[in-house]
């Protein structure tokens, strides 16, 4: 259907495709956020949607390539730029920018209240806190999955046996995710407004567009022989394709020193890549660990302990560490490439 409607106004090119991916990725997840409002919030549904929503577009394309048989290279790099991109470039751009402040610091006191204590900052106190304790909580979970997948694959493959592993983690993460909400839902009663079924079929129709672009767009990519934008780098190139909505809101929430909003939106995508993409795919076909995977695995590990450091000595993520963030990404691009 989508195909036919831009052909019908001219506009079937892939800078138009990559244009409709955009849109309907911020408006799935700019629709999901208002549905917090209408009734979802604080129920499981509200915790574990957001992050199947801005990981859909990789679950889409693991399905393509299971469908089209593809190479199990490229969505190994899917994952990894993913994730990879999440930890350095998309966190450590925007504290380069601004800082990342989970936890602001102390206020000064005031002129003539000697004697006082110095007052925290609104979203330092308790909020804060919680906020802190809820992205270390993610960060372990991810150097845990990534781990995982190292360890699973050090004989040189993910096999079947391995993908069921990786995806039976993934279900122990949920569960907790949901048992967890489930204690906030004994103390509150939730409703759904009318909003919230209209803001879930724009959310539904959304995630249908985003199949058709995604599938016009692996197959050009898969028809080009030559050049960066062609069929070797598709794992690369459609890994940068879906963080870019991730960018929008990275910068856009960094912009709004809102650090905890910018970090939950990084850290929480990445469970879907690893370890729930490549144990589905691993149950397909076989995923050979070759190539530039053992030091990807090790920069993720390197960044999630990094942030996890900074996050408990600092609160946040100071504006030279987002530089060296920033830079490492840099030399994995380049070192990637060149593999």
Request: charged content about 10%; proline content about 4%.
């Given at each position: 259907?989508?195909?036919?409607?831009?052909?019908?106004?001219?506009?079937?090119?892939?800078?138009?495709?990559?244009?409709?991916?955009?849109?309907?990725?911020?408006?799935?997840?700019?629709?999901?956020?208002?549905?917090?409002?209408?009734?979802?919030?604080?129920?499981?549904?509200?915790?574990?949607?957001?992050?199947?929503?801005?990981g859909l577009g990789n679950l889409i394309f693991v399905g393509l390539m299971i469908a089209r048989?593809?190479?199990?290279?490229?969505?190994?790099?899917?994952?990894l730029v993913n994730n990879v991109t999440n930890l350095t470039l998309l966190l450590g751009g925007?504290?380069?920018?601004?800082?990342?402040?989970?936890?602001?610091?102390?206020?000064?006191?005031?002129?003539?209240?000697?004697?006082?204590?110095?007052?925290?900052?609104?979203?330092?106190?308790?909020?804060?806190?919680?906020?802190?304790?809820?992205?270390?909580?993610?960060?372990?979970?991810?150097?845990?999955?990534?781990?995982?997948?190292?360890?699973?694959?050090?004989?040189?493959?993910?096999?079947?046996?391995?993908?069921?592993?990786?995806?039976?983690?993934f279900l122990f993460w949920q569960c907790f995710q949901v048992f967890d909400v489930m204690k906030?839902?004994?103390?509150?009663?939730?409703?759904?407004?009318?909003?919230?079924?209209?803001?879930?079929?724009?959310?539904?129709?959304?995630?249908?567009?985003?199949?058709?672009?995604?599938?016009?767009?692996?197959?050009?990519?898969?028809?080009?022989?030559?050049?960066?934008?062609?069929?070797?780098?598709?794992?690369?190139?459609?890994?940068?394709?879906?963080?870019?909505?991730?960018?929008?809101?990275?910068?856009?929430?960094?912009?709004?020193?809102?650090?905890?909003?910018?970090?939950?939106?990084?850290?929480?995508?990445?469970?879907?890549?690893?370890?729930?993409?490549?144990?589905?795919?691993?149950?397909?076909?076989?995923?050979?660990?070759?190539?530039?995977?053992?030091?990807?695995?090790?920069?993720?590990?390197?960044?999630?302990?990094?942030?996890?450091?900074?996050?408990?000595?600092?609160?946040?993520?100071?504006?030279?560490?987002?530089?060296?963030?920033?830079?490492?990404?840099?030399?994995?691009?380049?070192?990637?490439?060149?593999?």
């Open positions: 259907m989508l195909p036919r409607l831009l052909e019908s106004v001219a506009l079937s090119d892939p800078l138009s495709y990559l244009a409709v991916f955009l849109g309907v990725s911020l408006l799935m997840v700019w629709r999901l956020e208002a549905m917090l409002d209408h009734g979802l919030e604080g129920t499981a549904l509200g915790t574990l949607l957001m992050p199947y929503c801005s048989q593809g190479a199990p290279g490229e969505v190994l790099t899917n994952c925007p504290a380069l920018c601004w800082g990342l402040a989970v936890l602001p610091g102390t206020k000064p006191a005031k002129a003539g209240s000697k004697g006082k204590k110095p007052v925290k900052a609104a979203t330092g106190g308790t909020e804060g806190q919680l906020n802190r304790l809820s992205v270390l909580l993610t960060l372990t979970a991810v150097m845990f999955f990534t781990g995982a997948v190292w360890a699973l694959g050090r004989d040189g493959v993910l096999d079947r046996t391995d993908g069921a592993m990786l995806i039976l983690f906030h839902n004994i103390r509150a009663r939730v409703s759904f407004g009318a909003m919230f079924y209209v803001d879930a079929l724009v959310v539904l129709a959304s995630a249908y567009l985003m199949y058709e672009t995604l599938d016009w767009l692996v197959t050009w990519l898969s028809a080009q022989r030559d050049g960066l934008l062609s069929a070797a780098n598709l794992g690369w190139l459609t890994g940068w394709l879906m963080v870019l909505p991730n960018a929008v809101l990275a910068l856009y929430w960094g912009w709004k020193r809102r650090a905890d909003v910018v970090y939950a939106s990084q850290v929480g995508d990445g469970h879907i890549c690893i370890p729930l993409c490549l144990g589905i795919f691993a149950l397909a076909q076989p995923v050979p660990m070759v190539g530039f995977t053992t030091a990807a695995l090790a920069l993720l590990l390197g960044a999630a302990a990094l942030h996890g450091i900074m996050l408990l000595t600092t609160g946040g993520l100071p504006r030279w560490a987002g530089g060296g963030l920033v830079a490492a990404y840099g030399w994995f691009v380049y070192a990637g490439l060149q593999s």
